[in-house]
């Protein structure tokens, strides 16, 4: 799965080997129906393998399926951050592990301090937390990621979509269709204001 050339709004989708199905292939195909060009990023450019996560009925942790694989688009360290309208941090198991990529903490901050749109959904949140983003910001995660997200200042809300300026976030993929669309919103108010700017 790759992006022809597209003179439509870039919006950036990270992701890592382990990143979660349907929180990354969710706001994937949404962006492509809202008119934005999604564009997935990981540490390398390169095939990366997704997995399905689910609590099984008797199991008090998450299971672990292979899903579908997913090309990036883009490694970390080529991301040209002013080129982006907004980013989605996708959860899984991945975030545990990218977090410490610099390059993704160079851009992290980026989308945070010009205010452009933010989502992030269940282990998502792992990544804006380590970039010390998240303080004071109410955010939306998985509950077992609600201690990261508190030690890094920032105020657990277990609700399916939790607006705070301009970051929306949800807590699981069983909450993609609150969250997600308000996110979009948000992209095509920043996206008409860009337009009006431009003149």
Same mark, same amino acid.
């Given at each position: 799965?790759?992006?022809?050339?597209?003179?439509?709004?870039?919006?950036?989708?990270?992701?890592?080997?382990?990143?979660?199905?349907?929180?990354?292939?969710?706001?994937?195909?949404?962006?492509?129906?809202?008119?934005?060009?999604?564009?997935?990023?990981?540490?390398?450019?390169?095939?990366?393998?997704?997995?399905?996560?689910?609590?099984?009925?008797?199991?008090?942790?998450?299971?672990?399926?292979?899903?579908? &694989?997913?090309?990036?688009?883009?490694?970390?360290?080529?991301?040209?951050?002013?080129?982006?309208?907004?980013?989605?941090?996708?959860?899984?198991?991945?975030?545990?592990? +990218?977090?410490?990529?610099?390059?993704?903490?160079?851009?992290?901050?980026?989308?945070?301090?010009?205010?452009?749109?933010?989502?992030?959904?269940?282990?998502?949140?792992?990544?804006? !937390?380590?970039?010390?983003?998240?303080?004071?910001?109410?955010?939306?995660?998985?509950?077992?990621?609600?201690?990261?997200?508190?030690?890094?200042?920032? &105020?657990?809300?277990?609700? !399916?979509?939790? +607006?705070?300026?301009?970051?929306?976030?949800?807590? &699981?993929?069983?909450?993609?269709?609150?969250?997600?669309?308000?996110?979009?919103?948000?992209?095509?108010?920043?996206?008409?204001?860009? &337009?009006?700017?431009?003149?």
């Amino acid at each position: 799965m790759t992006n022809a050339p597209s003179d439509k709004p870039k919006v950036l989708i990270i992701i890592g080997d382990a990143s979660e199905t349907l929180d990354t292939m969710y706001p994937y195909y949404r962006l492509q129906e809202a008119g934005f060009q999604p564009v997935v990023a990981a540490p390398e450019k390169r095939l990366y393998q997704m997995v399905m996560h689910e609590v099984k009925p008797g199991w008090t942790i998450t299971k672990e399926w292979e899903g579908y &694989t997913i090309n990036a688009d883009v490694a970390f360290s080529e991301i040209k951050e002013e080129e982006y309208a907004g980013i989605m941090f996708s959860g899984g198991r991945a975030p545990e592990y +990218i977090r410490y990529d610099e390059d993704l903490i160079r851009v992290t901050k980026h989308f945070f301090e010009a205010g452009k749109p933010i989502a992030s959904v269940c282990h998502g949140v792992e990544i804006p !937390a380590y970039a010390d983003c998240v303080r004071g910001r109410k955010m939306a995660t998985v509950p077992k990621c609600k201690f990261d997200l508190e030690v890094c200042g920032g &105020t657990f809300v277990n609700e !399916a979509c939790v +607006i705070d300026g301009n970051l929306v976030s949800g807590r &699981t993929f069983h909450d993609n269709g609150f969250y997600v669309g308000p996110w979009i919103d948000l992209l095509f108010k920043a996206r008409e204001e860009a &337009t009006v700017a431009a003149g």
